[in-house]
C-alpha cells in the first residue's frame, strides 16, 4: 500500500492540519476573529463555545485519559514499528499523521484546562486560542516538512531500487 506516492494521502494530509488550525478548542477562527474585532453577542458566542468544547474536551480527559493515553501509547509504537522496523509505508504514513495530532491534543486538553482554571474571557480569551492556534500551525509547519520530507525520500528511494 503506497501512501507517498498516492495524491490522497497529501490532501488528507492538507486538509487535516487546515481543520486542526481552524477549528481551535471546537471554535471556529473566524468566530475568534470575528469576536476580537467587536462586542456583544459575537464574544458571548465564542465564550459559550469554549466553556462547552473544554469542558468537554476535559471530561474525556478526567474519565479516560488513562485509557486513552495507553491505547495511543500502544498504536503509535506499533505503528512506529511496523512503519519504520519492518518498513511499511502505509504505517510510516499513519505514524506522521497521528503523532503530532496527539501533540495537538495534548495542547488542547491544557489550554482547556487553563482556560477553565483562570475563568479566562474576552480579550485574555482571544490571546489564548491565538497562541493555541500559533503552536498548532508550527507543530503542522513542522510535520509537514518532516512528512514531505520522508515522503520524498521514499519515493526516490524506491524509484531508484524498483520497489
Same mark, same amino acid.
Not at 494530509?13 to 487546515?18: E, G, M, N, R, T
Not at 467587536?38 to 474536551?57: A, F, H, P, Q, Y
Not at 485519559?65 to 509504537?77: D, P, Q
Given at each position: 500500500? *503506497? ?9 488528507? /494530509?492538507?486538509?487535516?492540519? &487546515? ?5 481551535? =478548542? ?6 475568534? +476573529?470575528?469576536? !476580537?474585532?467587536?462586542? !456583544?453577542?459575537?464574544? $458571548?458566542?465564542?465564550?459559550? +463555545?469554549? *466553556? #462547552?468544547?473544554?469542558?468537554? %474536551? ?7 485519559? +488513562? %485509557? #486513552? ?5 500502544? /498504536?503509535?509504537?506499533?505503528?512506529? +514499528? ?11 504514513? %499513519?505514524? /506522521? ?8 491534543? %495534548?495542547? &488542547? ?11 479566562? @474571557? ?6 489564548? =486560542? ?27 528511494? @524506491? $524509484?531508484?531500487? !524498483?520497489?
Amino acid at each position: 500500500m *503506497r501512501s507517498f506516492s498516492n495524491l490522497w494521502f497529501w490532501i488528507a /494530509l492538507a486538509v487535516l492540519w &487546515s481543520t486542526a488550525s481552524h477549528w481551535v =478548542l471546537g471554535v471556529p477562527w473566524d468566530l475568534v +476573529l470575528r469576536a !476580537g474585532k467587536s462586542e !456583544g453577542r459575537t464574544v $458571548s458566542d465564542m465564550e459559550v +463555545l469554549v *466553556r #462547552i468544547n473544554g469542558d468537554r %474536551l476535559l471530561f474525556i480527559a478526567r474519565e479516560s485519559g +488513562l %485509557l #486513552i493515553t495507553g491505547f495511543a501509547g500502544f /498504536l503509535i509504537t506499533a505503528l512506529f +514499528l511496523l512503519g519504520f522496523v519492518y518498513h511499511r509505508e502505509f504505517a510510516q504514513a %499513519l505514524f /506522521l499523521l497521528g503523532t503530532p495530532m496527539g501533540l495537538v491534543w %495534548l495542547l &488542547s486538553v491544557n489550554t482547556a484546562a487553563k482556560v477553565q482554571r483562570l475563568e479566562l @474571557s474576552g480579550t485574555d480569551l482571544i490571546r489564548q =486560542l491565538t497562541r493555541l492556534r500559533l503552536y498548532i500551525r508550527i507543530i503542522g509547519v513542522i510535520s509537514i516538512f518532516i512528512t514531505a520530507t520522508w515522503g520524498m525520500w521514499q519515493n526516490m528511494s @524506491s $524509484s531508484v531500487l !524498483g520497489g
